[in-house]
């Protein structure tokens, strides 16, 4: 992800926050908002050689898959939970979206547009699933699974009850701020849920619904 995303989501994190990283990598982030925002911060991250690195680092990250759910937290543990580059590789986004919202306030969601005009260009002159610098590997060896625009996550958004407090778009030059659905390769979104879909979500640790965009 380009660099603007993680200075983005530093800004809008509130100092001595505690903040949920789903995906947590090599912990490099968690660790500058531990760091720079005095959070205090936890993640999750099914690589065990990326937990390793996370531990070296003196960070609280635990091995294992979110798409088995977040059972170990109670609800509202959580300030933000942080989806960084991932909700596009889940099998089941909307559930664990749920999960997300459970055990946090807030949820903070970055993914890659693939409506990039690059990427329409594309599949309009060759016919075939783009490659480019954001989207570098072949369809059969690439990690995502949703193909999914700003436009769609929007839609997403309002089907389900959600609220984007604030978002932020992005490619190679910086901040998008005109026709982001077609100019930008990578967008974040601060989300929070409007106050009937809070109520509904269960409160039972690990309880997911299978219904699409059901939150």
Same mark, same amino acid.
């Given at each position: 992800? #380009? ?5 983005? *989501? +530093?800004?809008?994190?509130? @100092?001595? +926050? ?11 982030? %968690? ?7 005095? *959070? ?24 294992? &898959?979110?798409?088995d ?8 543990? $959580?300030?933000f939970?942080?989806? %960084? ?9 909307? &559930?664990? %979206? ?18 990039? $005009? ?5 599949? %309009? ?8 610098? $954001? ?17 769609? $996550? ?14 932020a #778009? ?33 409160? @039972? ?9 059901q939150?």
């Open positions: 992800m #380009y660099l603007g995303i993680y200075e983005t *989501v +530093s800004h809008w994190i509130p @100092e001595k +926050s505690r903040v949920l990283d789903l995906g947590a990598g090599d912990g490099a982030f %968690l660790e500058r908002l531990v760091q720079t925002r005095q *959070v205090v911060g936890e993640g999750v991250e099914k690589d065990a050689e990326l937990v390793a690195r996370c531990v070296e680092r003196g960070l609280v990250v635990h091995q294992g &898959d979110i798409a759910g977040l059972d170990q937290y109670g609800d509202q543990t $959580f300030d939970v942080l989806l %960084l580059g991932t909700f596009q590789e889940l099998v089941s986004p909307a &559930d664990i %979206l749920r999960e997300a919202f459970r055990v946090g306030r807030h949820v903070v969601i970055a993914h890659t547009n693939f409506a990039h $005009f690059s990427v329409r260009l594309q599949v %309009l002159l060759r016919g075939r699933t783009p490659m480019t610098q $954001f989207l570098p590997t072949h369809w059969y060896h690439t990690q995502n699974l949703h193909f999914f625009s700003i436009l769609d $996550f929007q839609d997403f958004c309002r089907e389900t009850g959600i609220q984007e407090l604030n978002q #778009y992005f490619n190679i030059r910086g901040a998008v701020r005109f026709l982001p659905n077609l100019r930008a390769e990578e967008a974040v979104s601060w989300l929070q849920l409007d106050p009937i879909s809070r109520r509904s979500v269960t409160v @039972e640790r690990g309880k997911t619904k299978t219904e699409p965009y939150i």
